[in-house]
């Protein structure tokens, strides 16, 4: 490593509790001085963690891919002619290529690339993957007060027209989605007295029950954002009747609210009673709400990472007798709105609770919901 690689990974250890160490020195390899102070600027400017992570990561795609294309660092700010370049290299016909190997990404940046572990896909990339890269270069030009061309005409065209030809569907995160039978099953695998098992049962009970919450939410969540509320009645329409306990979760920022949106979700009875539960076992008044827990069953002071949230789902699956490989965390975020198209709660009301911004979004499942149990496609059976 070289004497200004050096001086860029200590300066990326100001970042280390949201760029994770083993990339350190790799990624002081590739980004340039500038490049490093963005990033650092950005967090002192109080991006989110994962916006940060997701930022550096698409700027040392970026930087790399430049280098292999040209030989030069990336230029501030970029041509049109070098964003449609990528455009090209990310999004292409798989039948053309078969026949015309300059179509796409070229082979030689492919293979570099690929050495540096970088590129992973054979194919084209998804649409979405190069717009979200994009969108990155787009937001780190900007933070340099610069402007981009990237709503130039001749790129939209590109882009759309180069989504069509990769011909490439539409993934969702999570194969399956994780819906109330899932759930039950993960909970009867979890349902001893072990330390594990009460923050297992807290954290899938939680997660899916506050509307679907992100892996990044679930890691994230304090104490200090839980506020015990009053209980509330088990039917709405007998005030005088038996009652649930509930907590209300104030979620500060994440994906779609920024800290001062107060937005809040409710967890009533069974998981609100897991959640306290959990923190009264733990011995947790303040700090992380879901911590690691060692080989021995000792509790950690350390919080759970959002990649932990997703082995301890993949784990609990894998005992439940289902295929780990269908499921992520993100399958609890699909599978509560997956639940309340089946139970028939209005849209807007599921979406107070998960906090989706776009209907568009969020109305994909319940027209799946809608479309698996409706007449349409039972004409013969």
């Known amino acids: 490593m070289t004497g200004s690689a050096i001086a860029r990974a200590e300066a990326l250890d100001a970042l280390d509790s949201v760029l994770p160490f083993d990339r350190r020195d790799f990624l002081a390899e590739i980004l340039s001085d500038d490049d490093v102070e963005t990033l650092r600027h950005l967090a002192k400017e109080g991006i989110g963690d994962n916006s940060l992570r997701a930022l550096a990561s698409d700027l040392a795609y970026l930087e790399a891919w430049c280098q292999a294309v040209s030989g030069e660092p990336l230029p501030w700010p970029a041509p049109e002619a070098l964003l449609i370049k990528f455009v090209a290299h990310h999004l292409w016909d798989p039948a053309k290529h078969e026949t015309d190997v300059t179509h796409g990404m070229p082979p030689e940046v492919a293979t570099t690339l690929r050495d540096a572990e970088l590129l ?42 180069a989504s069509r030809a990769s011909a490439r569907p539409r993934v969702r995160k999570s194969a399956k989605a994780v819906t109330a039978d899932v759930v039950a099953a993960l909970l009867k695998v979890c349902a001893g007295d072990r330390l594990v098992d009460v923050r297992d049962r807290a954290l899938l009970l939680m997660a899916f029950a506050s509307g679907g919450r992100r892996r990044s939410e679930v890691a994230s969540l304090r104490v200090e954002q839980l506020t015990e509320q009053d209980p509330v009645p088990l039917d709405p329409k007998d005030p005088d009747g038996p009652t649930l306990p509930c907590t209300i979760i104030h979620l500060g920022r994440t994906k779609t609210t920024e800290a001062n949106d107060d937005a809040s979700v409710l967890l009533i009875g069974r998981p609100a009673i897991a959640l306290t539960e959990w923190l009264e076992r733990a011995g947790i008044s303040e700090g992380a709400v879901f911590r690691g827990i060692d080989r021995w069953g000792h509790l950690e002071r350390r919080a759970l990472t959002p990649q932990s949230v997703n082995l301890v789902l993949k784990r609990r699956i894998a005992e439940a007798g289902f295929d780990p490989k269908a499921f992520s965390a993100h399958g609890l ?30 109305s994909r499942y319940y027209n799946d919901a809608e479309r698996q149990l409706g007449r349409a496609a039972r004409l013969i059976t």
């Open 120 to 161: 992973r896909a054979d194919g084209p990339h998804a649409p979405s993957t190069v717009r979200r890269r994009l969108s990155s270069w787009s937001t780190l030009t900007q933070w340099r007060g610069l402007k981009g061309k990237f709503n130039a005409p001749g790129l939209r065209s590109a882009l759309k027209l």
């Open 333 to 362: 975020r699909a599978g509560y709105l997956t639940e309340s198209a089946r139970r028939g709660i209005p849209l807007p009301e599921a979406m107070q609770q998960s906090q989706h911004r776009s209907v568009q979004q969020a």
